[in-house]
């Protein structure tokens, strides 16, 4: 079978998670009226049971909620919802909800971007212990290599040390978000594989050369030459989309 038809089939087989299922209840209740702006959320017990899930589901979904400034807490009134008019709201809901069940092709698009960047103002900004820690992610990573083991989490620690290196705490969040979902439909699809891991330790030491070496162009084209396969392949997701495959 070809990626495209894997990757679709998966797609195909999603189903709702208990957590989109709250903030999509929550949505109705803002729509239907049942909810205005400025109004207190009811507790998670009594969530939990009208929409018959767990209570850390519920917290889950008002965390992501809370995160993207449709809901907020304030002190002694407990979690309420934001006060930017219905309209607005329901945008951002909706657009959560886009973000949760995003396409494969525009996850990786945006990897590669924040990736990119974070290489750049790594090489600007880090310092010795920064680079200590990069190098200590990258030892960990080519350890598992060379025994011919996974090395999935090695990988993620050591792209989530150069997004630490780059000082922007804004950047490291958004990586923390999308490098994690990124990697686990990679998993899933099992796309990565015929010796790619000892390709991508070399990558990883150009990288780390480029950052020590303090050279920030070099470093971000590193990055995205590191990443070209996974570019490549999230371009050619879209474009069969696009012709409706």
Do not use: W
Not at 3 to 24: A, M, N, T, Y
Not at 63 to 80: D, H
């Amino acid at each position: 079978m070809s990626r495209i038809g894997i990757f679709k089939d998966f797609q195909e087989i999603q189903l709702e998670s208990p957590v989109d299922k709250i903030i999509r209840e929550i949505r109705v209740l803002i729509i239907s009226g049942q909810l205005n702006p400025g109004d207190r959320l009811p507790s998670e017990r009594r969530l939990a049971e009208r929409f018959s899930v767990g209570r850390s589901n519920v917290r889950d979904a008002i965390k992501k909620l809370e995160f993207y400034g449709i809901l907020k807490t304030v002190p002694q009134s407990g979690t309420v919802v934001a006060s930017i008019g219905i309209t607005a709201l329901e945008g951002l809901i909706s657009d959560v909800l886009k973000i949760e069940n995003s396409d494969f092709a525009a996850l990786i698009e945006t990897r590669v971007l924040l990736e990119m960047e974070a290489a750049k103002l790594a090489a600007e900004r880090r310092t010795e212990q920064d680079l200590e820690n990069i190098k200590e992610a990258l030892d960990a990573y080519k350890y598992k290599v060379k025994l011919d083991k996974p090395a999935i989490e090695e990988d993620l620690m050591f792209h989530l040390k150069i997004a630490a290196a780059s000082k922007n705490v804004v950047l490291k969040s958004l990586m923390l978000i999308i490098a994690p979902e990124v990697i686990n439909n990679f998993i899933q699809l099992d796309i990565c594989s015929d010796g790619r891991p000892y390709d991508a330790l070399e990558e990883h030491e150009i990288i780390v050369e480029h950052i020590q070496d303090k050279k920030p162009e070099k470093a971000a084209e590193a990055m995205r030459h590191h990443l070209k396969d996974v570019l490549d392949y999230s371009k050619h997701l879209r474009q069969a989309k696009n012709n409706g495959f």
